[in-house]
């Protein structure tokens, strides 16, 4: 409005000047006008003199400023993306860290826990984010392999359904709140010394968490701290202070036993001694003149089963008559109703068996499952003894775990006290009873009668949810703790990242208990060892090399001097008739159900039934039979008075009146991926019998649909055998024979000799595995020619490598529904075939990767030239390229190829973002995909070889799935380097290609499985 | 203008093709009545309102498709390959009725084909239509199909002409385009007549400009004549070539079943087979609708179940040979591909497929049965669900069990499966429905230089009464 009023009055400016303190410069009239004092007055005066404007004055919002100030917030609402910045300075990332360079990978040693021993992990971190474990080369644990539990475990730590902060009733609370509610209840206990306080956790395995929790028990001197695990070593541990009254652990080296005899143990898959038992097995395995022989007597078929030379299939009370009675074979004094007799067939087996083992005294070894009782395992104890066994193949020392317990009688003592009401405060630390104590402990009841509930774990589970407090835990990448190995060697366990959602850690946890508020996870593990090693001086160094190494030298546990005791070894088990015994046994995928909501494992088909996101009841064939019951029909379990209803699975190589079913599933609070999934076992489960007995099974007429990633169709279908497994012997292979099928022996299929492959002597070319003879030249691979050799001798089908491919490769998991369907993602896949009876058959694994094709089918039917050659020989697959018409993977024989034909990558989970590899690319919907060899290492390795002018050395290049294999069973590398271990592997005698016949020349190739029967025993 | 009507070359001396008694003009009345002057009849109507529903079903079909992706179907691995494909495969080989007859039976004087080829050339361009949205519907990423086509782009992105999907795209767009052309070039003539016929204003426009100013003109008749043959010249290697091509679509594979040479003939002798089975399923409804019997006369639905049998006993040959070498081959993969149809899990389908391809169409030996609306049409249903089933065990069941046991598997149709598949029956007959009703099913002026003949030993017919072709 100034400019419309009427200049000011000279005086009454002039006024407004005077009234200023000091001097003000003006330039003109107006602005001396526009003075707030001025225009007040101005005001009054037009209200005097020009009544009819006030109003204009007044509301300034007329029409002309409306449509002014409409303008001008239109003009600006268009600007507004132009907002300026606040005045904050960043800093280019000039100086990075050292050796962090964008787009390179770093790697940290650190160890999974685990409560029979850690795995010592190299983690890839991508810019402080880690995306996948690989194995330690350096640690006693690993040997560069893991097991497939290791490889999902980063998804656990980007798990979406993980929680995120402190619950207190349902009330979302904070960590300060936490430690001042709790100060005053603490201290009250303290008063009463802590007999209302009882803490139960998994089994500790971590040295200086161990030495806190003791650190709080002499705080609380009558509290009492409970370990306990739903899968332990209870029955070993108590067969060890039978044997020679002292706990202690055994300690395997089965490179150096001749003759291994598993009872109901799945030695070379299960747990994470398997990783290095599989690696010093198969060692044993590659040349037949060095091989072991291995005898299997298991109920339910497991991958150390279907590695045996001769497998035989019980059920559980019968493997332990087969135990006693290879214990009074040998000659341990078994006592008067120790010993057992056999019938027929079963006596006969043994009897060779127990000739085998005799025959190599001092080279062998009879290894125990946990599910076999105490006195089976101090049998066996004694057994190794009888054969002068120990120190040679196997030898005892201390535990693993720092404090090791019986962990299933302080649970059930727990539950007691819980009932009484003698407990006041129950502090749960990484364990879940609610879902996985046994059944008759009626856990839930009885810990509602606690006060005071304090859950801390990874998830709001059906622990956490019933408790007074949840307290978030870290994830072991997030972390400082420590752990040791199987046999006791030390890792520190580093943090990859700061915890995701502020966590805090289980020592800073325990420290809270221990009246040490405040002091990190990182200062614990610190001072415990400076403590623990002594000298100050070089410790800084120590620490260090220590946190480099991933390990801490030398530290493994000494071998222990036992001497046997004389020891009451009970009575054998009669024989059920009729019935069914129930084995309850650790699922291959989930474990014993911690790993739930890990849709990876959740996805990955079982070894053996290739079941996928469910449990099932698995039963023999004949007494699937005896019972009418078909795979998918829900039956009504009951063992010892409970009941549950299970899907029944027909499984080939499951013992005659062993019913099997897996723990771990039947979730309710695990998480989106594992709520609702299988079946829950424990509900089954009792104290007294931890691994089931006695059943009975009934039909309900419903089904359930089970979702399996490989039927069980026969190779021999409609009469016609196909050659796709090579199988032999050594006495076979001495003389020649590799298992090809009669036709194929004496005239090896024609081989092209064309230049391209041509290798100059006249040799079996390496690559082009049974190309064709062909009037054009082929094409040259003069520069690498990347190629895969998979043992097929060593294979134990543990999928550690299909999660590993899975992790490297960001395969989406796609659900049980599709997986139904016939959809799951997986790019490597583990073939497994039976042969033989169908009430016993003999098992096959065969892992299936992309073959390479030299003459791939795939390449010449894709209308847009999205899969094509590489110069390397690599079938490669251009994902932006693709239109989906799926041609590609009709024409290929081996149906490796994958197509996503939903949107099944997650592009929404903030969380499930970290963890994706940024050298692969995130398929999308409508795109097919499938095995590259992990081409992106290729490309790093080239990137590296050629920046040092050179080119990439044999081994420089690992694929994730052979990194991973703790059996070694997978060789990859250029196979125009003569000087290469996949080259010399190729020329194998036993080295074949499947389907060469349609001239597809395979890059992937297969070394026949050779097996070592008895010869006394038939194959 | 005699010289100007298409001659009616007639060396072997045959019963008339259509019935005597007919003349020029009531040959215009009856047929442009059809589209003129007939009232809605409320079977017309009811069949359109249904269609038109089946319409709109396809329409959610394929909308819900592109929503989600491929995967609302059944396929899988290793069948991704299911019912897209069938159908492809289904409708293009009906479509080669219209093809065979508009072409081939030109060329070769076979002037029974008049009465029938404008609707058996209408069918094909539908079941083209039909058969077109599959491929492109079937892809991963539709919305890229034109990668498909050799578009010049920056990117220097080119097709891979080795693979038969893409030689699949020359020949179905030829095909469809020539097909077109075919029909339209067909109807000029007689969009002049209902031009020239029609009382209402918008008839007239809409006709006037389909005519595209024809005004039977000796110049005109002449030119048409050259084009109509040039076309049919054209599309007669079209009848045999695109079928082939996508039979080549199973022959280049190494799948057991579709790695076969047999497959090209074997494909084109089942196509021509449906097709004829699909003018027989439509047309005998809509010549007894509209009482057509003396234009399109037993002789014609005769002749066609003769060509059924012929092909039909091409198809059985195909079969025949496909067995035996199967099992003489020696090939693990090939024999138990022929056993698993024969005893396998793929029996069922195969054993129907049987019924209907091969032991049907024997009854086509009788004259009786032959002449018998009734049979044809029965038959001519079941043919067409035989060749239906014929592409499910080439496409499905040679996927479902091919080489490594392990990688085996089952397709079972989802509901958009079959959805899909109803929606476009629908849009199939919707159209026919509309092309009845809008366009002159039976070419006139083709009818009427029948017509002399059909009054064999009459005088003369001059040919000059088409007043109504003449320039104003």
Same mark, same amino acid.
């Given at each position: 409005?100034?400019?419309?009023?009427?200049?000011?009055?000279?005086?009454?400016?002039?006024?407004?000047?005077?009234?200023?303190?000091?001097?003000?410069?003006?330039?003109?009239?107006?602005?001396?006008?526009?003075?707030?004092?001025?225009? &007040?007055?101005?005001?009054?005066?037009?209200?005097?003199?020009?009544?009819?404007?006030?109003?204009?004055?007044?509301?300034?919002?007329?029409?002309?400023?409306?449509?002014?100030?409409?303008?001008?917030?239109?003009?600006?609402?268009?600007?507004?993306?132009?907002?300026?910045?606040?005045?904050?300075?960043?800093?280019?990332?000039?100086?990075?860290?050292?050796?962090?360079?964008?787009?390179?990978?770093?790697?940290?040693?650190?160890?999974?826990?685990?409560?029979?021993?850690?795995?010592?992990?190299?983690?890839?971190?991508?810019?402080?984010?880690?995306?996948?474990?690989?194995?330690?080369? #350096?640690?006693?644990?690993?040997?560069?392999?893991?097991?497939?539990?290791?490889?999902?475990?980063?998804?656990?730590?980007? *798990?979406? *359904?993980?929680?995120?902060?402190?619950?207190?009733?349902?009330?979302?609370?904070?960590?300060?709140?936490?430690?001042?509610?709790?100060?005053?209840?603490?201290?009250?206990?303290?008063? =009463?010394?802590?007999?209302?306080?009882?803490?139960?956790?998994?089994?500790?395995?971590?040295?200086?968490?161990?030495?806190?929790?003791?650190?709080?028990?002499?705080?609380?001197?009558?509290?009492?701290?409970?370990?306990?695990?739903?899968?332990?070593?209870?029955?070993?541990?108590?067969?060890?202070?039978?044997?020679?009254?002292?706990?202690? &652990?055994?300690?395997?080296?089965?490179?150096?036993? #001749?003759?291994?005899?598993?009872?109901?143990?799945?030695?070379?898959?299960?747990?994470?001694?398997?990783?290095?038992?599989?690696?010093?097995?198969?060692?044993?395995?590659?040349?037949?003149?060095?091989?072991?022989?291995?005898?299997?007597?298991?109920?339910?078929?497991?991958?150390?089963?279907?590695?045996?030379?001769?497998?035989?299939?019980?059920?559980?009370?019968?493997?332990?008559?087969?135990?006693?009675?290879?214990?009074?074979?040998?000659?341990?004094?078994?006592?008067?109703?120790?010993?057992?007799?056999?019938?027929?067939?079963?006596?006969?087996?043994?009897?060779?068996?127990?000739?085998?083992?005799?025959?190599?005294?001092?080279?062998?070894?009879?290894?125990?499952?946990?599910?076999?009782?105490?006195?089976?395992? $101090?049998?066996?104890?004694?057994?190794?003894?009888?054969?002068?066994?120990?120190?040679?193949?196997?030898?005892?020392?201390?535990?693993?775990?720092?404090?090791?317990?019986?962990?299933?009688?302080?649970?059930?003592?727990?539950?007691? #006290?819980?009932?009484?009401?003698?407990?006041?405060?129950?502090?749960?630390?990484?364990?879940?009873?609610?879902?996985?104590?046994?059944?008759?402990?009626?856990?839930?009841?009885?810990?509602?009668?606690?006060?005071?509930?304090? @859950? /801390?774990?990874?998830?709001? *589970?059906?622990?956490?949810?019933?408790?007074?407090?949840?307290?978030?835990?870290?994830? /072991?990448?997030?972390?400082?703790?420590?752990?040791?190995?199987?046999?006791?060697?030390?890792?520190?366990?580093?943090?990859?990242?700061?915890?995701?959602?502020?966590?805090?850690?289980?020592?800073?946890?325990?420290?809270?208990?221990?009246?040490?508020?405040?002091?990190?996870?990182?200062?614990?593990?610190?001072?415990?060892?400076?403590?623990?090693?002594?000298?100050?001086?070089?410790?800084? =160094?120590?620490?260090?090399?220590?946190?480099?190494?991933?390990?801490?030298?030398?530290?493994?546990?000494?071998?222990?001097?036992?001497?046997?005791?004389?020891?009451?070894?009970?009575?054998?088990?009669?024989?059920?008739?009729?019935?069914?015994?129930?084995?309850?046994?650790?699922?291959?995928?989930?474990? *014993?159900?911690?790993?739930?909501?890990?849709?990876?494992?959740?996805?990955?088909?079982?070894?053996?039934?290739?079941?996928?996101?469910?449990?099932?009841?698995?039963?023999?064939?004949?007494?699937?039979?005896?019972?009418?019951?078909?795979?998918?029909?829900?039956?009504?379990?009951?063992?010892?008075?409970?009941?549950?209803?299970?899907?029944?699975?027909?499984?080939?190589?499951?013992?005659?009146?062993?019913?099997?079913?897996?723990?771990?599933?039947?979730?309710?609070?695990?998480?989106?991926?594992?709520?609702?999934?299988?079946?829950?076992? /424990?509900?089954?489960?009792?104290?007294?019998?931890?691994?089931?007995?006695?059943?009975?099974?009934?039909?309900?007429?419903?089904?359930?649909?089970?979702?399996?990633?490989?039927?069980?169709?026969?190779?021999?279908?409609?009469?016609?055998?196909?050659?796709?497994?090579?199988?032999?012997?050594?006495?076979?292979?001495?003389?020649?024979?590799?298992?090809?099928?009669?036709?194929?022996?004496?005239?090896?299929? &024609?081989?092209?000799?064309?230049?391209? @492959?041509?290798?100059?002597?006249?040799?079996?070319?390496?690559?082009?595995?049974? &190309?064709?003879?062909?009037?054009?030249?082929?094409?040259?691979?003069?520069?690498?020619?990347?190629?895969?050799?998979?043992?097929?001798?060593?294979?134990?089908?543990?999928?550690?490598?299909?999660?590993?491919?899975?992790?490297?490769?960001?395969?989406?998991?796609?659900?049980?529904?599709?997986?139904?369907?016939?959809?799951?993602?997986?790019?490597?896949?583990?073939?497994?075939?039976?042969?033989?009876? =169908?009430?016993?058959?003999?098992?096959?694994?065969?892992?299936?990767?992309?073959?390479?094709?030299?003459?791939?089918?795939?390449?010449?039917?894709?209308?847009?030239?999205?899969?094509?050659?590489?110069?390397?020989?690599?079938?490669?697959?251009?994902?932006?390229?693709?239109?989906?018409?799926?041609?590609?993977?009709?024409?290929?024989?081996?149906?490796?190829?994958?197509?996503?034909?939903?949107?099944?990558?997650?592009?929404?989970?903030?969380?499930?973002?970290?963890?994706?590899?940024?050298?692969?690319?995130?398929?999308?919907?409508?795109?097919?995909?499938?095995?590259? /060899?992990?081409?992106?290492?290729?490309?790093?390795?080239?990137?590296?070889? =050629?920046?040092?002018?050179?080119?990439?050395?044999?081994?420089?290049?690992?694929?994730?799935?052979?990194?991973?294999?703790?059996?070694?069973?997978?060789?990859?590398?250029?196979?125009?380097?003569?000087?290469?271990?996949?080259? $010399?592997?190729?020329?194998?005698?036993?080295?074949?290609?499947?389907?060469?016949?349609?001239?597809?020349?395979?890059?992937?190739?297969?070394?026949?499985?050779?097996?070592?029967?008895?010869?006394?025993?038939?194959? | 203008?005699?010289?100007?009507?298409?001659?009616?070359?007639?060396?072997?001396?045959?019963?008339?093709?259509? %019935?005597?008694?007919?003349?020029?003009?009531?040959?215009?009345?009856?047929?442009?009545?059809?589209?003129?002057?007939?009232?809605?009849?409320?079977?017309?109507?009811?069949?359109?309102?249904?269609?038109?529903?089946?319409?709109?079903?396809?329409?959610?079909?394929?909308?819900?498709?592109?929503?989600?992706?491929?995967?609302?179907?059944?396929?899988?691995? +290793?069948?991704?390959?299911?019912?897209?494909?069938?159908?492809?495969?289904?409708?293009?080989?009906?479509?080669? %009725?219209?093809?065979?007859?508009?072409?081939?039976?030109?060329?070769?004087?076979?002037?029974?084909?008049?009465?029938?080829?404008?609707?058996?050339?209408?069918?094909?361009?539908?079941?083209?239509?039909?058969?077109?949205?599959?491929?492109?519907?079937?892809?991963?990423?539709?919305?890229?199909?034109?990668?498909?086509?050799?578009?010049?782009?920056?990117?220097?992105?080119?097709?891979?002409?080795?693979?038969?999907?893409?030689?699949?795209?020359?020949?179905?767009?030829?095909?469809?385009?020539?097909?077109?052309?075919?029909?339209?070039?067909?109807?000029? +003539?007689?969009?002049?007549?209902?031009?020239?016929?029609?009382?209402?204003?918008?008839?007239?426009?809409?006709?006037?400009?389909?005519?595209?100013?024809?005004?039977?003109?000796?110049?005109?008749? !002449?030119?048409?004549?050259?084009?109509?043959?040039?076309?049919?010249?054209?599309?007669?290697?079209?009848?045999?070539?695109?079928?082939?091509?996508?039979?080549?679509?199973?022959?280049?594979?190494?799948?057991?079943?579709?790695?076969?040479?047999?497959?090209?003939?074997?494909?084109?002798?089942?196509?021509?087979?449906?097709?004829? %089975?699909?003018?027989?399923?439509?047309?005998?409804?809509?010549?007894?609708?509209?009482?057509?019997?003396?234009?399109?006369?037993?002789?014609?639905?005769?002749?066609?179940?003769?060509?059924?049998?012929?092909?039909?006993?091409?198809?059985?040959?195909?079969?025949?040979?496909?067995?035996?070498?199967?099992?003489?081959?020696?090939?693990?993969?090939?024999?138990?591909?022929?056993?698993?149809?024969?005893?396998?899990?793929?029996?069922?389908?195969?054993?129907?497929?049987?019924?209907?391809?091969?032991?049907?169409?024997?009854?086509?030996?009788?004259?009786?049965?032959?002449?018998?609306?009734?049979?044809?049409?029965?038959?001519?249903?079941?043919?067409?669900?035989?060749?239906?089933?014929?592409?499910?065990?080439?496409?499905?069941?040679?996927?479902?069990?091919?080489?490594?046991?392990?990688?085996?598997?089952?397709?079972?149709?989802?509901?958009?499966?079959?959805?899909?598949?109803?929606?476009?029956?629908?849009?199939?007959?919707?159209?026919?429905?509309?092309?009845?009703?809008?366009?002159?099913?039976?070419?006139?002026?083709?009818?009427?230089?029948?017509?002399?003949?059909?009054?064999?030993? !009459?005088?003369?017919?001059?040919?000059?009464?088409?007043?109504? !072709?003449?320039?104003?």
């Amino acid at each position: 409005m100034s400019e419309t009023t009427p200049v000011a009055m000279p005086h009454e400016a002039l006024q407004s000047l005077a009234d200023k303190s000091g001097r003000k410069y003006w330039r003109s009239l107006d602005e001396l006008s526009r003075d707030a004092e001025f225009s &007040a007055q101005l005001t009054d005066h037009v209200r005097r003199e020009f009544p009819s404007q006030v109003e204009m004055l007044a509301d300034p919002v007329q029409r002309r400023t409306f449509l002014q100030l409409m303008g001008a917030s239109l003009a600006l609402a268009g600007i507004s993306s132009c907002t300026r910045q606040p005045d904050e300075h960043i800093l280019p990332y000039a100086k990075s860290p050292e050796s962090m360079i964008p787009g390179k990978p770093l790697y940290f040693a650190t160890a999974m826990p685990w409560s029979s021993g850690a795995i010592g992990l190299l983690v890839e971190s991508h810019m402080g984010r880690p995306t996948k474990c690989e194995g330690n080369p #350096e640690h006693a644990g690993s040997r560069g392999a893991t097991d497939l539990f290791s490889q999902a475990s980063v998804l656990d730590l980007y *798990d979406p *359904d993980r929680s995120t902060t402190i619950v207190h009733n349902g009330q979302l609370s904070t960590w300060d709140q936490l430690t001042t509610t709790l100060g005053p209840d603490l201290e009250a206990q303290k008063l =009463k010394r802590g007999a209302g306080v009882r803490i139960l956790s998994s089994c500790v395995n971590s040295p200086s968490l161990a030495a806190q929790m003791v650190d709080v028990l002499t705080q609380f001197p009558r509290a009492r701290w409970i370990q306990c695990d739903p899968v332990s070593r209870d029955n070993q541990r108590m067969g060890a202070l039978l044997a020679f009254a002292e706990d202690v &652990a055994p300690r395997f080296d089965l490179s150096k036993a #001749e003759v291994i005899v598993t009872l109901e143990s799945d030695l070379l898959a299960d747990g994470p001694h398997a990783v290095r038992h599989a690696r010093a097995w198969a060692d044993r395995r590659r040349d037949p003149s060095k091989f072991n022989r291995l005898y299997c007597v298991e109920s339910t078929p497991t991958g150390t089963g279907t590695m045996a030379d001769h497998r035989l299939a019980l059920a559980p009370s019968e493997i332990e008559r087969v135990a006693r009675a290879i214990a009074q074979a040998v000659g341990v004094d078994v006592g008067a109703a120790g010993g057992a007799q056999l019938g027929g067939e079963v006596s006969s087996w043994v009897a060779n068996l127990v000739k085998d083992l005799k025959a190599q005294a001092g080279k062998s070894l009879v290894v125990a499952g946990e599910p076999l009782s105490a006195q089976v395992h $101090a049998l066996v104890n004694a057994i190794n003894d009888k054969l002068h066994n120990v120190g040679a193949t196997l030898e005892y020392a201390e535990p693993a775990a720092p404090v090791s317990i019986e962990q299933q009688a302080g649970l059930v003592q727990l539950a007691q #006290e819980m009932s009484r009401g003698e407990v006041e405060m129950l502090i749960i630390i990484d364990a879940n009873p609610v879902y996985d104590a046994p059944a008759d402990l009626e856990f839930v009841a009885a810990m509602q009668k606690v006060p005071m509930r304090i @859950h /801390y774990g990874l998830r709001e *589970d059906e622990t956490g949810w019933l408790c007074n407090w949840h307290i978030p835990a870290t994830h /072991y990448l997030e972390m400082w703790s420590d752990a040791r190995a199987f046999d006791g060697t030390l890792s520190i366990v580093q943090p990859l990242i700061a915890p995701l959602y502020g966590a805090k850690s289980v020592h800073e946890f325990v420290s809270v208990l221990a009246g040490h508020a405040g002091i990190s996870g990182y200062d614990t593990v610190r001072e415990f060892w400076k403590a623990k090693l002594g000298a100050p001086a070089d410790f800084e =160094k120590r620490w260090q090399r220590a946190l480099h190494d991933g390990l801490l030298a030398d530290s493994g546990l000494p071998a222990r001097a036992v001497t046997l005791k004389r020891f009451d070894a009970g009575a054998a088990p009669t024989i059920q008739t009729g019935e069914l015994e129930l084995a309850l046994r650790p699922d291959p995928s989930l474990f *014993d159900g911690r790993f739930a909501n890990n849709g990876w494992l959740q996805e990955v088909p079982k070894p053996l039934s290739k079941l996928t996101w469910d449990n099932a009841l698995y039963l023999n064939i004949d007494d699937a039979k005896r019972f009418d019951v078909k795979s998918g029909q829900v039956v009504e379990l009951t063992h010892l008075g409970r009941k549950l209803k299970v899907a029944a699975w027909i499984q080939p190589g499951q013992a005659h009146g062993a019913a099997t079913l897996h723990l771990g599933f039947g979730r309710t609070r695990a998480g989106r991926n594992g709520n609702g999934t299988g079946f829950n076992a /424990y509900a089954l489960r009792t104290s007294t019998a931890l691994w089931g007995g006695a059943a009975t099974i009934a039909k309900t007429g419903e089904t359930y649909l089970l979702a399996c990633a490989q039927e069980h169709h026969d190779m021999n279908e409609q009469g016609y055998a196909r050659d796709l497994i090579r199988e032999t012997t050594p006495a076979e292979f001495a003389r020649g024979e590799y298992g090809a099928p009669a036709e194929h022996a004496g005239h090896e299929p &024609a081989v092209a000799v064309s230049k391209g @492959h041509d290798t100059g002597h006249g040799e079996k070319p390496a690559h082009a595995e049974g &190309a064709l003879i062909t009037q054009y030249d082929s094409y040259k691979y003069e520069g690498y020619a990347w190629g895969m050799v998979i043992d097929l001798s060593t294979c134990t089908g543990c999928n550690a490598c299909v999660v590993a491919c899975v992790a490297e490769n960001n395969i989406p998991i796609v659900g049980k529904e599709q997986v139904h369907r016939g959809r799951e993602l997986h790019w490597i896949r583990i073939d497994r075939y039976f042969t033989g009876a =169908k009430n016993n058959p003999g098992i096959v694994f065969q892992p299936i990767v992309c073959m390479q094709c030299e003459n791939a089918p795939c390449e010449v039917v894709c209308p847009v030239g999205a899969t094509s050659h590489g110069n390397e020989g690599l079938n490669e697959m251009v994902y932006n390229r693709c239109v989906g018409t799926k041609y590609c993977s009709n024409n290929c024989p081996y149906k490796v190829r994958r197509f996503n034909f939903l949107l099944y990558s997650d592009w929404s989970t903030p969380s499930l973002k970290l963890q994706r590899n940024p050298d692969v690319s995130v398929r999308s919907r409508g795109v097919m995909e499938k095995c590259t /060899y992990c081409v992106q290492r290729i490309s790093q390795a080239r990137i590296d070889a =050629k920046r040092e002018d050179r080119r990439i050395r044999d081994g420089e290049v690992q694929t994730a799935c052979q990194q991973v294999c703790p059996a070694q069973a997978i060789t990859f590398g250029d196979i125009n380097d003569k000087t290469s271990i996949v080259h $010399a592997q190729k020329k194998q005698p036993h080295n074949y290609g499947l389907l060469t016949e349609l001239n597809t020349a395979p890059r992937t190739t297969y070394l026949s499985r050779v097996s070592n029967p008895n010869p006394e025993m038939g194959a | 203008m005699s010289a100007n009507i298409p001659p009616s070359p007639s060396p072997i001396r045959r019963p008339a093709v259509i %019935a005597p008694g007919l003349t020029a003009g009531s040959v215009i009345e009856k047929i442009s009545s059809i589209v003129l002057s007939r009232e809605l009849d409320r079977g017309w109507l009811m069949l359109i309102a249904l269609s038109g529903t089946g319409v709109m079903v396809l329409g959610i079909s394929v909308s819900w498709l592109l929503m989600k992706g491929v995967g609302v179907w059944g396929i899988n691995e +290793p069948v991704a390959w299911g019912f897209d494909i069938i159908n492809f495969v289904w409708w293009i080989g009906i479509g080669h %009725a219209g093809t065979l007859i508009s072409a081939i039976l030109l060329l070769l004087h076979q002037e029974w084909r008049t009465s029938i080829n404008r609707f058996s050339e209408a069918m094909t361009l539908f079941a083209v239509m039909c058969a077109g949205m599959f491929p492109l519907l079937h892809l991963g990423r539709p919305w890229l199909a034109f990668w498909l086509f050799p578009v010049p782009n920056t990117m220097s992105m080119w097709p891979q002409f080795r693979s038969p999907l893409m030689w699949d795209v020359f020949a179905v767009s030829t095909y469809g385009t020539v097909s077109l052309l075919f029909w339209y070039v067909g109807l000029i +003539p007689d969009f002049a007549t209902l031009r020239d016929k029609a009382q209402n204003k918008i008839g007239k426009v809409i006709f006037g400009m389909a005519a595209m100013g024809w005004r039977g003109a000796a110049q005109h008749w !002449a030119r048409y004549e050259v084009a109509y043959l040039l076309l049919a010249g054209l599309a007669t290697p079209l009848v045999v070539s695109v079928h082939t091509v996508v039979s080549f679509d199973f022959a280049v594979g190494v799948i057991p079943g579709w790695h076969t040479t047999v497959m090209p003939p074997y494909f084109v002798a089942g196509a021509v087979y449906s097709g004829f %089975a699909m003018v027989l399923t439509l047309m005998l409804p809509a010549r007894a609708a509209y009482k057509l019997h003396d234009l399109v006369t037993t002789r014609h639905i005769e002749n066609m179940g003769k060509v059924m049998l012929a092909t039909g006993l091409i198809v059985a040959y195909g079969y025949t040979m496909e067995l035996f070498f199967g099992f003489y081959a020696g090939n693990t993969a090939e024999g138990f591909m022929m056993k698993n149809r024969m005893v396998g899990s793929a029996s069922n389908a195969y054993m129907c497929l049987l019924f209907c391809n091969i032991i049907t169409p024997q009854f086509l030996w009788s004259q009786k049965i032959r002449r018998s609306v009734l049979a044809l049409f029965v038959i001519s249903i079941i043919v067409n669900i035989g060749m239906w089933l014929e592409r499910y065990v080439i496409v499905v069941t040679c996927l479902e069990r091919d080489f490594l046991p392990s990688a085996w598997g089952d397709f079972h149709p989802t509901i958009w499966d079959i959805s899909l598949f109803i929606g476009t029956i629908s849009f199939f007959i919707f159209m026919m429905l509309l092309f009845i009703r809008f366009i002159p099913m039976i070419p006139i002026f083709e009818i009427r230089a029948l017509i002399p003949k059909s009054q064999a030993g !009459a005088r003369a017919l001059h040919p000059t009464s088409s007043t109504e !072709a003449s320039p104003h």
